[in-house]
């Protein structure tokens, strides 16, 4: 785990998008490949850009001439696979700490002062890939996210092989109706992930165009598929606010650029309104409410005479007194509440 020591700023806030991306660019083992990535990511302004199989061996961590820093982690001797995080300019400096874990996953975790961001980039075994290799990468992928502080905003942005299908039937709680095709294997195990660790697939959840979804094409271009996911946890949902295709970006690969925007929405918390009553003191002036209110005061009284000659100061003997007098007031001279009155409408109007 390697931390950061230039914390300055705040990342996530309620008033401001922020705009992340994820792409599958096939290589950034070529020459001028990594600066094409980086005017991609500016033309279409995202702060934050996940990267699959760029190819790169080991990990760590570049700065180019454009400003944007490129966290990475690869394999550690051949040239495949590959994940990388690419941050701009400006929201590097809201980087806590970042963590290489494999060629096939790497996290970062950002501040800021609502809730902590934690991004993690994959990139998944095909779907014809053997069932062992692709249980240990569900168990490595489900191991990281189980380290995820609770509170954090917890984007999962992948090349997953997946094809989740437009039928979301049981999984609602993570499936939006606006999926495309048939699922397949890996489609499977990436819902049943997402209903395990709570988390919503965003290209699912907004009524786009085919078009606008599809985020891979065969050499052929006959083929079109919905691989490329971003997800985000239950909690925040919300403040998801769009994921769609841009079709427009290029860095020569069969896999468009999947674009989310997102904009902190916090949850109120209702202030505990005390249940104030009006006291009707009108009430008074009837001769057998007079009574039973003074009978209340009396009888209340009674029971607190031996313990108000303990109390010796001064505000809490006040705050005791006042408390019986609104008591007794409230039992005998109170207004109706809004049911009770619809009620007492109801009867009268039945008569």
């Given at each position: 785990?390697?931390?950061?020591?230039?914390?300055?700023?705040?990342?996530?806030?309620?008033?401001?998008?922020?705009?992340?991306?994820?792409?599958?660019?096939?290589?950034?083992?070529?020459?001028?490949?990594?600066?094409?990535?980086?005017?991609?990511?500016?033309?279409?302004?995202?702060?934050?850009?996940?990267?699959?199989?760029?190819?790169?061996?080991?990990?760590?961590?570049i700065r180019i001439t454009s400003g944007h820093t490129t966290l990475y982690s690869g394999?550690?001797?051949?040239?495949?696979?590959?994940?990388?995080?690419?941050?701009?300019?400006?929201?590097?400096?809201?980087?806590?700490?970042?963590?290489?874990?494999?060629?096939?996953?790497?996290?970062?975790?950002?501040?800021?002062?609502?809730?902590?961001?934690?991004?993690?980039?994959?990139?998944?075994?095909?779907?014809?890939?053997?069932?062992?290799?692709?249980?240990?990468?569900?168990?490595?992928?489900?191991?990281?996210?189980?380290?995820?502080?609770?509170?954090?905003?917890?984007?999962?942005?992948?090349?997953?092989?997946?094809?989740?299908?437009?039928?979301?039937?049981?999984?609602?709680?993570?499936?939006?109706?606006?999926?495309?095709?048939?699922?397949?294997d890996n489609g499977e195990r990436f819902i049943d992930f997402c209903l395990n660790n709570?988390?919503?697939?965003?290209?699912?959840?907004?009524?786009?165009?085919?078009?606008?979804?599809?985020?891979?094409?065969?050499?052929?271009?006959?083929?079109?598929?919905?691989?490329?996911?971003?997800?985000?946890?239950?909690?925040?949902?919300?403040?998801?606010?769009?994921?769609?295709?841009?079709?427009?970006?290029?860095?020569?690969?069969?896999?468009?650029?999947?674009?989310?925007?997102?904009?902190?929405?916090?949850?109120?918390?209702?202030?505990?309104?005390?249940?104030?009553?009006?006291?009707?003191?009108?009430?008074?002036?009837?001769?057998?409410?007079?009574?039973?209110?003074?009978?209340?005061?009396?009888?209340?009284f009674k029971i607190l005479e031996e313990s108000l000659d303990d109390v010796e100061d001064?505000?809490?003997?006040?705050?005791?007194?006042?408390?019986?007098?609104?008591?007794?007031?409230?039992?005998?001279?109170?207004?109706?509440?809004?049911?009770?009155?619809?009620?007492?409408?109801?009867?009268?109007?039945?008569?």
């Open positions: 785990m390697i931390s950061s020591m230039r914390l300055i700023d705040s990342l996530l806030r309620p008033k401001e998008k922020l705009f992340v991306g994820a792409w599958n660019v096939r290589t950034m083992y070529e020459t001028s490949k990594t600066t094409q990535a980086a005017d991609e990511m500016q033309r279409y302004k995202l702060d934050i850009l996940g990267i699959s199989e760029c190819r790169w061996i080991k990990s760590g961590r394999h550690n001797e051949k040239h495949q696979s590959g994940v990388a995080i690419m941050i701009s300019k400006d929201k590097i400096k809201t980087l806590l700490e970042w963590e290489p874990i494999s060629d096939r996953l790497i996290r970062a975790r950002f501040n800021s002062k609502y809730c902590k961001l934690t991004i993690i980039q994959c990139y998944a075994p095909t779907n014809d890939a053997d069932e062992e290799v692709k249980d240990e990468f569900y168990k490595q992928l489900q191991m990281v996210v189980s380290k995820v502080p609770q509170h954090d905003m917890l984007l999962i942005m992948r090349d997953l092989n997946a094809k989740v299908g437009i039928d979301n039937t049981d999984c609602e709680k993570s499936m939006g109706k606006h999926g495309c095709g048939i699922k397949n709570n988390q919503t697939i965003g290209g699912t959840i907004f009524p786009h165009k085919h078009i606008q979804k599809l985020t891979w094409k065969s050499p052929d271009g006959r083929t079109t598929n919905q691989i490329d996911h971003i997800t985000v946890n239950n909690k925040w949902s919300k403040s998801l606010h769009n994921v769609k295709v841009c079709r427009g970006a290029d860095v020569n690969s069969d896999h468009y650029l999947l674009k989310a925007i997102t904009k902190l929405k916090l949850r109120r918390n209702p202030k505990k309104q005390e249940t104030k009553r009006k006291i009707d003191v009108e009430k008074l002036k009837i001769p057998d409410t007079r009574k039973s209110f003074n009978l209340e005061l009396k009888n209340r001064i505000q809490e003997r006040w705050d005791t007194i006042k408390k019986v007098h609104i008591e007794a007031a409230e039992k005998n001279c109170r207004l109706p509440n809004q049911e009770e009155q619809r009620v007492a409408n109801t009867l009268y109007m039945g008569k």
